[in-house]
């Protein structure tokens, strides 16, 4: 990877990151400003913005903390605007810029390629390939294991949600969000710490910690001491901007 790569995180899963004259958001939910000035720096997408770059929005499932139906009409007034939405998500009208997304198939829209996972929760995770980079964003797939869970059910899930990683060995990632949810307490980071054991990647951000930036000293320790070599992105507060 030898492009100059723009992230903001946006709330909880959503990130907007820019790639010479494309710009990627993911997951976008919350619409309201962190002040009232909306912009990528604040946790917002201004559709008035970035009119003069290819925008394509991912919607890995319909859950509400994790797609917006305003992105629609973002779509109605802008023809710059691609949305690639999951199978799961209803209510939208047809149009030339929507793709919809089924769980592990392979997509090309312009010079992206996109392929997709199974999620272990609803909908799907998106690697998409564009400019020379590799991104992950894990949408809800993850290692969802719960205190006070059906030892059954723990199991179930963490044999699905290593099948699924396991389909993206052999490859290098650049930029991986992954999901790291404090409710989970003593087995919230498991998945993330799965995925670096297994993946090779060189930049990694957390997510779906909603406002609960407690957990970033955790993972803080659990980067420093893995023996791969990464860049872990500790997120501080929305409308985090990072420049690599
Ligand atoms: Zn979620």
Known sequence: MNKQ??????????????????????DYYSNKAANSLPCLYNGVFNPEDF????????VSHIHHDHFNPIIFTWME?????????????????AN????????????????????TLTSTDEGIAFLVKTEGVSLFHAGDLHWWHWDGEKETINKQMEYQFKTQIQKLENQHIDIAFLVADPRQEDFALLG????????????VFP????????????????????????????ISRRGQHFLF
């Open 192 to 203: 993330l710490e799965w995925f670096l054991k297994k993946i090779s990647c060189s930049h």
């Open 77 to 93: 007034q802008n023809p710059n605007i691609h949305i690639i939405i999951s199978s799961d998500v209803e209510g939208y009208r």
């Open 207 to 234: 997510m779906h910690f909603s406002d609960n930036y407690s957990i970033m000293e955790r993972i803080d320790k659990i980067s420093s001491s893995n023996q791969r070599s990464f860049i872990m992105h500790l």
């Open 5 to 26: 790569i723009e992230i903001w995180y946006l709330y909880h899963s959503g990130f907007a990151v820019k790639i010479g004259q494309k710009l990627l958001i993911f």
């Open 96 to 115: 030339a810029n929507l793709t919809i997304a089924e769980t592990e198939m392979s997509y090309v829209i312009d010079d992206i390629i996109i392929e």
């Open 51 to 58: 009119r003069d770059l290819d925008i394509f929005i991912f």
